[in-house]
């Protein structure tokens, strides 16, 4: 089960995302950025710091979202993953397709730098 909270912080939606994303929860997840998308959201930031386990499908969602992402000129950074978490990502390759940060400085630092 997951619960996602939507903030706006620095010109910038935050999607903190509490708890588990599975198949059934990624649906969920998906209309949380889309929502942000539909609402003219051009940065992103997802706070991970409360997200315990993230299956293929929740991992499926952030990767479907990365050609519109470059065609809208849209920056996500993800940040405050949990070490299984991020060796998920990782072992994906997905650290190399998506902005990962470990901290939310480090994250809003990085995503003031992407949409210069």
Known sequence: MVHIKRLQEDGA????????????????????????VGEGSKK???????????????????????EEFKDKN????????????VNTFQILGLSDLLHISLTKVEAKKLLHELSV
Do not use: P, R, T
Request: hydrophobic share 55%; net charge negative; aromatic share 6%.
């Open 44 to 66: 992103i930031l997802v706070d991970c710091s409360a997200l315990e386990y993230i299956s293929s499908a929740g991992l499926g969602v952030f990767m479907s979202y990365i």
């Open 13 to 36: 939606d935050i999607l903190a995302v509490i708890g588990e994303i599975d198949a059934s929860s990624s649906i969920e997840l998906d209309l949380a950025i889309a929502k942000s």
């Open 74 to 85: 849209i920056h996500m950074v993800l940040f405050g993953m949990k070490e299984k978490v």
